[in-house]
């Protein structure tokens, strides 16, 4: 998919497996450098460039999206499956059933169920300790000093 038009040679450059940096056409290892050499206006370099980005970006969306519709129909699949699991667990009734096709047989697991998380030992408890950096960023713009964060500035490339 593409939305822009640019350079023939540009395009070529930049379509590369950027693994490997090899044109898989050629079997020529190319670099940024051979960008930089292209006899065209730098503006025009830039902004193919630039195009091919938003191009780039483009299609992951798409590939966003398709993956998106995939995951929708794949929990839609597994949700009906487990329906019919459910259902047909509660029809054999812990009964095995077999045919030339397809068998159910059980088997026993063990599995803990907490009935009252506040009444476990803390030895027992899992716990994660994250920093609320959001916390952190309005103390600092506040004039707090903060001991092991610091606020840093990035710049970020917009392309529009």
């Given at each position: 998919m593409k939305?822009?038009?640019?350079?023939?040679?540009?395009?070529?450059l930049l379509?590369?497996?950027?693994?490997?940096?090899?044109?898989?056409?050629?079997?020529?290892?190319?670099?940024?450098?051979?960008?930089?050499?292209?006899?065209?206006?730098?503006?025009?370099?830039?902004?193919?460039c630039l195009l091919v980005i938003k191009n780039k970006l483009a299609e992951a969306d798409a590939i966003d999206a398709e993956m998106k519709k995939l995951a929708d129909r794949k929990r839609s699949l597994n949700n009906k499956a487990?329906?019919?699991?459910?259902?047909?667990?509660?029809?054999?009734?812990?009964?095995?059933?077999?045919?030339s096709?397809?068998?159910v047989t059980y088997r026993k697991s063990e599995a803990i169920e907490v009935l009252d998380i506040d009444k476990i030992s803390p030895k027992y408890i899992k716990t994660t300790i994250l920093a609320d950096k959001t916390a952190i960023k309005k103390a600092i713009k506040a004039g707090e000093?903060?001991?092991?964060?610091?606020?840093?500035?990035?710049?970020?490339m917009q392309i529009k």
């Open positions: 939305l822009y038009e640019i350079d023939q040679q540009l395009e070529r379509e590369l497996d950027t693994e490997r940096m090899v044109d898989t056409e050629t079997g020529e290892i190319l670099t940024a450098e051979d960008i930089d050499k292209l006899q065209m206006d730098r503006a025009e370099k830039i902004e193919g487990i329906w019919l699991q459910e259902y047909v667990a509660s029809s054999l009734n812990g009964e095995t059933f077999s045919t096709k397809v068998a000093v903060v001991d092991g964060a610091q606020l840093i500035e990035r710049m970020n």
